[in-house]
C-alpha cells in the first residue's frame, strides 16, 4: 500500500511570492493534516481537512490557507511568503474510523524562502 | 490544553545498551499518547500509541512504551540499541476523538547510538 505521498519534495520561493504543496493521503484515508516543523518550533499543527471541509485548525495567519478534494488529495497555500515560512511541512493521513487511528506522516516538502 | 515534555534533547547510548527516553504529559482528561521517530530528510514514523488499552504498550523495531497515570508519563524503552536507532524521537498527545488529528508534539529528542 503507497503510504503519503508529497509534491514537491524541495521548493526554493522568494519573499512576497505564493506557494502550493500538494498531499496524495493513505488510499482510503479520508482525514487529511498539515503540520510545519522548523528547528525554532518544532512541529505545529496547521489544519485538519475532512470531507473537503476544514475541520480543525492551529494557530497561524490566514496566509496559510488548505483545501481538500473529493478524492481526499489536499493542498495548502502559502501566500505573501516570509523568511519565517521556511520549514519542513508535512502531511499526514488518518483513517477516521476507528477514532483513534494514529496519523501516517508523508516525506515532507521543504519550503526554503530567500 | 495538553502539553507534553520531552527530558533531555540529546540522548547518547552505546549499541546494545537501554534506551530510556522519557515523556512527560499534561491533560485534565485523559489523553492518546504516540510516539514518533523521525529519520534524516524523512517524515514521522509512528512507533507506538496509547489508547487506554493497555498500560504496558508495544511498538515497532523493539520499542515500547508504559502509561504510569500517577506520574503522568510515557516514557519509551527499548532493551538494547541498535546503530539503526539513531534518529530523532517525537512524543505527542492527543485529548479526544474530534480532534484526533490535531497532535501537540514534544520538542524532540535526538537519539545518538555509538559502537
Known amino acids: 500500500k503507497a503510504g503519503v505521498t508529497q509534491t514537491p519534495r524541495y521548493l526554493i520561493k522568494t519573499r512576497g511570492q505564493q506557494v502550493t504543496l500538494s498531499c496524495s493521503p493513505i488510499s482510503g484515508h479520508r482525514s487529511v493534516s498539515w503540520y510545519q516543523q522548523t528547528p525554532g518550533q518544532g512541529l505545529q499543527f496547521l489544519f485538519e481537512?475532512?470531507?473537503?471541509?476544514?475541520?480543525n485548525k492551529g494557530n497561524f495567519p490566514g496566509r496559510f490557507s488548505g483545501r481538500q478534494f473529493s478524492n481526499s488529495r489536499s493542498e495548502m497555500n502559502v501566500s505573501t511568503l516570509e523568511l519565517g515560512d521556511s520549514a519542513l511541512y508535512l502531511c499526514?493521513?488518518?483513517?477516521?474510523?476507528?477514532?483513534?487511528?494514529?496519523?501516517?506522516f508523508g516525506n515532507g516538502t521543504r519550503l526554503t524562502v530567500t | 490544553a495538553q502539553s507534553v515534555t520531552q527530558l533531555g534533547s540529546h540522548v547518547s547510548v552505546s549499541e546494545g545498551a537501554l534506551v530510556l527516553l522519557r515523556c512527560n504529559y499534561s491533560?485534565?482528561?485523559?489523553?492518546?499518547l504516540f510516539w514518533y521517530v523521525q529519520y534524516p530528510n524523512q517524515g514521522l514514523q509512528l512507533l507506538l500509541k496509547?489508547?487506554?488499552?493497555?498500560?504496558l504498550v508495544k511498538g515497532i523495531n523493539g520499542f515500547e512504551a508504559e502509561f504510569k497515570k500517577s506520574e503522568t508519563s510515557f516514557h519509551l524503552t527499548k532493551p538494547s540499541a541498535h546503530m539503526s536507532d539513531a534518529a530523532e524521537y517525537f512524543c505527542?498527545?492527543?485529548?479526544?476523538?474530534?480532534?484526533?488529528?490535531?497532535?501537540?508534539f514534544g520538542t524532540g529528542t535526538r537519539l545518538q547510538v555509538t559502537l
Open positions: 481537512y475532512f470531507s473537503e471541509t476544514q475541520r
Open positions: 491533560s485534565s482528561v485523559p489523553p492518546y
Open positions: 505527542a498527545v492527543t485529548i479526544s476523538t474530534g480532534t484526533a488529528s490535531k497532535l501537540t
Open positions: 499526514a493521513s488518518r483513517k477516521t474510523e476507528p477514532y483513534n487511528s494514529p496519523l501516517h
Open positions: 496509547y489508547t487506554s488499552a493497555a498500560t
